[in-house]
């Protein structure tokens, strides 16, 4: 019997539960399918680098497997509704009668794998799910009421206590294949795959920011938890140190698994997940924050279809100025670190977690412009643009969601600046125009500076924005809505 394992968000061959299944429970062979869907992928609001980054790390994962004796068709679909249709297909001419995947948590994508069960059961197609995007499982960590959690604090607590009792090694990458698939098979493989291809070839080229490949994800790992780690607490909200790890990206392809960074973790950490070395303990926490958001993703689909986690804040009255958001997304507020953020954003693809809390914050309050935007905008231009932390970071710092930053918090940008970026080191590295200012003139330049500089003045003038923020949140809010949050 052959396999037939289906990739998604998870292309990786190490610790890899549903290939690791089909491996253990091989007859005739394994063979792997991952779908392009482009069209689904624009809808998602997806950038185009991600897209390309999305199918270099597929022809990865192809020659990866392909050392296993493991043939990988990438396929083209329009709609997550095509790859079912197609997957159909394949299964049919193949006569496979098992399938495997890793379950992923979206609304759509969920509707998807329903869909698919269904046709599988009527098929009588063994189908195999597996969790691999989260340590725990969502649904797994609950209060004592049985309720998901909606505070952190108290979830990372029981989050702990469950993944000391089931964290065990990852799953080490499967010896190669010995069973080749047949030869009729191959020839239909073949087929299909120059089929798909000549409508809708993969153009892939290396990013040279983010290389694709799970030898790289490892690389990162290590050299972040032997050379960084250590530090991570003290210097980890400085952009300019370049402290975290940057494995966003490679979590988000599938590249490397959320078990296998806390593994390492664990492993430079005397085995604890918190009560060991500060640096080690902080970065554990924050692989918990992105286990929260994926439990609470589950337990609230209203949070993939753009709803706020809290209600009343629907009432927020954002203000619909398309003149503010442009400067915002192109990086002219005149606030010297928000600009440098989004200058980060545009050209890496990447933005320090400081900054994202700062630029959203900014965007929220400073400018009242409904998260969703920012969000969205993000969402198109983050490598490792994921909706379950999009959404938990933007809600966060709207104060519209699960354990968001008090309304009434409102980052000063400039003072955020002094702070973390003292010298204006990161702001010069965005805006080498500011490069003449001495350092304590870079995160608020004078009028005549702007000018000289060539630098815009501010969109907004901090007192008012944040007033204005003030009494738009305060006809929402109380003040009891303070609660436990990611920003120390
Ligand atoms: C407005 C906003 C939007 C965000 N959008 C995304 C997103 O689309 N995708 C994404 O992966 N993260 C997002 N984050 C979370 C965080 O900023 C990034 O995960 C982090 O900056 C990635 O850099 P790193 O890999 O160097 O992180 P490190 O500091 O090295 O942390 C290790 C890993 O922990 C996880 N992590 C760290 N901080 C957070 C956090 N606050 N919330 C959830 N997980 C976290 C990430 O998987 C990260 O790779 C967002 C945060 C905010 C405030």
């Not at 193949?94 to 948590?105: A, C, G, K, Q």
């Not at 993969?202 to 990013?207: G, L, N, P, V």
């Not at 125009?433 to 060539?454: M, N, V």
Request: hydrophobic share 40%; with cysteine.
């Amino acid at each position: 019997m052959t396999q037939l394992v289906w990739f998604r968000s998870d292309l990786r061959t190490r610790d890899n539960p549903a290939l690791w299944h089909a491996c253990k429970h091989i007859e005739e062979g394994v063979v792997g399918v991952v779908f392009v869907t482009r069209q689904q992928w624009l809808q998602h609001g997806l950038g185009e680098r991600k897209i390309q980054l999305l199918e270099n790390a597929m022809l990865a994962l192809k020659s990866e497997l392909a050392s296993l004796n493991i043939p990988l068709l990438i396929l083209p679909a329009n709609t997550f509704a095509d790859c079912n249709q197609t997957l159909q297909r394949l299964i049919i001419q193949l006569d496979i009668r098992s399938v495997s995947f890793n379950i992923e948590y979206e609304v759509n994508e969920r509707r998807r794998d329903i869909e698919f069960g269904r046709w599988c059961r009527e098929q009588q197609v063994e189908l195999y799910k597996f969790h691999d995007q989260c340590v725990v499982p969502p649904g797994e960590v609950r209060t004592k009421q049985g309720q998901p959690f909606k505070v952190f604090t108290p979830f990372k607590r029981a989050w702990i206590q469950q993944a000391e009792d089931i964290m065990a090694a990852p799953l080490p990458q499967p010896g190669p294949c010995e069973k080749n698939i047949q030869a009729p098979l191959i020839a239909l493989i073949n087929a299909q795959a120059s089929l798909s291809l000549n409508t809708d070839p993969i153009t892939a080229s290396a990013d040279p920011l983010w290389p694709v490949s799970e030898e790289e994800a490892h690389l990162r790992l290590n050299n972040f938890a032997y050379e960084r780690g250590i530090d991570y607490k003290k210097l980890r909200d400085f952009p300019a140190e370049d402290m975290t790890s940057r494995l966003s990206v490679y979590l988000s392809l599938g590249l490397i698994s959320a078990r296998q960074c806390l593994h390492v973790a664990l492993d430079r950490n005397n085995g604890l997940f918190s009560g060991g070395k500060p640096g080690f303990d902080c970065w554990i926490s924050e692989l918990i924050w992105r286990e929260f958001y994926r439990h609470l993703l589950v337990a609230f689909p209203q949070l993939c279809k753009h709803k706020a986690f809290k209600p009343e804040t629907e009432q927020v009255c954002w203000r619909d100025s398309e003149a503010d958001f442009q400067a915002w997304c192109e990086g002219r507020t005149g606030y010297p670190i928000v600009d440098a953020a989004q200058k980060q954003l545009l050209q890496e693809g990447w933005m320090h977690n400081r900054l994202r809390m700062i630029s959203a914050m900014f965007l929220t309050k400073h400018l009242l412009i409904d998260w969703r935007k920012g969000e969205a905008f993000f969402n198109k231009w983050l490598l490792d643009a994921d909706l379950a932390s999009n959404n938990g970071g933007w809600q966060w710092s709207a104060s519209t969601g699960a354990d968001g930053v008090p309304y009434f918090r409102i980052f000063n940008p400039t003072t955020q600046s002094q702070r973390f970026d003292a010298e204006g080191q990161f702001i010069v590295r965005y805006l080498p125009e500011l490069t003449p200012l001495p350092a304590a003139a870079r995160h608020q330049p004078d009028s005549l500076q702007r000018q000289r500089c060539g630098y815009p003045q501010a969109v907004v003038e901090h007192k008012f924005a944040r007033q204005r923020a003030l009494d738009a949140f305060k006809q929402t809010l109380t003040a009891a809505d303070a609660g436990d949050n990611n920003d120390e």
